[in-house]
């Protein structure tokens, strides 16, 4: 009976090991998901373009600079590029997404 139950033990014990193992790393990832980016599904992960309005005082009264991003294709690569706005507070408000078809407009926006 001991030897049952030892046997169950380090049988638990093995897996709990090989299960601590670290997972392969994907091969290629184009986006880490994370502020401005948008993920419809795996590997499907697209940049966020905002249009941005700049401020010279936090109360938001003084409007001193407002723009859009555009999306780029380049390649195989979709980037963002913001216009040069001056300092100040600034407000970014999504518009679309860029993606590989085009900006497109999530659904649930």
Do not use: H
Not at 14 to 24: D, E, I, N, R, W
Not at 32 to 58: E, H, M, N
Not at 68 to 75: E, H, K, P, T, Y
Not at 80 to 108: D, H, K, R, W
């Amino acid at each position: 009976m001991r030897n049952k139950v030892l046997g169950v033990v380090l049988a638990g014990l093995t897996m709990s090991v090989s299960l601590g193992a670290a997972a392969p790393a994907p091969a290629v990832q184009q986006y880490y998901p994370g502020p401005g980016i948008y993920c419809s599904g795996l590997d499907q992960c697209y940049p966020i373009a905002y249009s941005r309005q700049v401020f010279s005082d936090a109360e938001l009264t003084n409007l001193i600079g407002e723009g859009s991003d555009r999306c780029v294709a380049s390649g195989n690569q979709i980037y963002v590029t913001s216009p040069q706005l001056p300092a100040g507070f600034e407000v970014a408000t999504p518009m679309y997404v860029c993606s590989g078809f085009g900006p497109y407009l999530p659904p649930e926006w």
